[in-house]
Every structure is written in C-alpha cells, then in structure tokens.
C-alpha cells in the first residue's frame, strides 16, 4: 500500500498540476494539537463510569485548525493490557488529520465551482 508521500511523489512525476491538496497543505493546517486520555475523570458523566475499566484505553485528538475551528480524532485499545499512550496518540491523531482532507477538499471543490460559474 502506498503512502501519502509515495502518492505524492507519483503524483508530481505525471505531472499532475490541477489545484488540488497536499499532505503540507493539510499539515499547514493544524495550529494546536491536544490529547486527552479516558483516564482523565469526565466533566459530565451518566452512569457508574467509575468501574469502567476500558476508558482508559480511550484517546482523543483535538486539533485546532488555523481558522479555530476544531477537528477530533479517537482511538481506543480492545484490551486494556495493549494500551500504549504513543500509539494511541498517533492513531488519534491519523483519525482527526484525515477529516482536514474532508473538510480541505470540499472547500477546494466549492473554490473551483465558484471560479467557473463566475467566468
């Protein structure tokens, strides 16, 4: 399976110039990065989450983009003994990086459309 650089590279030697993203351009993106882990106590909880034993294998990903606004992404462990706070943090992190590709693309998109229904 390729990755983002190898498509990239594939990509700029077909000489496949039309506005599109980049994997820069959506790192350019990210302003402030947070995490926060299942072990934390909530703000605001219904139930016995205390005897949850699985929350902490929970981690969220906040990024906050350029403009403010906020994307998240999650990753959780099946058993707890597997939990590596690293891991999970970078797998969080894939998980709200992907929906600035989302969010980028249909930006993209609705700049061209507009660019051809003003010509």
Known sequence: MLNEKQIEQEIQDKGLNAPRLTPDLIDSKV???RYLTG???PAYAIGDWKSDKNTP???ICILTLENGFTVTG???CASPEN????I???IAYENARNKIWQLEGYLL???LY???LNK
Request: charged share 35%; glycine share 8%.
């Open 109 to 111: 998109k609705q700049k």
């Open 74 to 76: 999650e990753s959780a």
């Open 88 to 90: 999970g943090q970078k």
């Open 39 to 41: 072990d934390v106590g």
């Open 83 to 86: 939990f590596d706070k690293i």
């Open 31 to 33: 302003r402030a990065i």
């Open 114 to 116: 507009q660019a051809e």
């Open 57 to 59: 294998c929970l981690t």
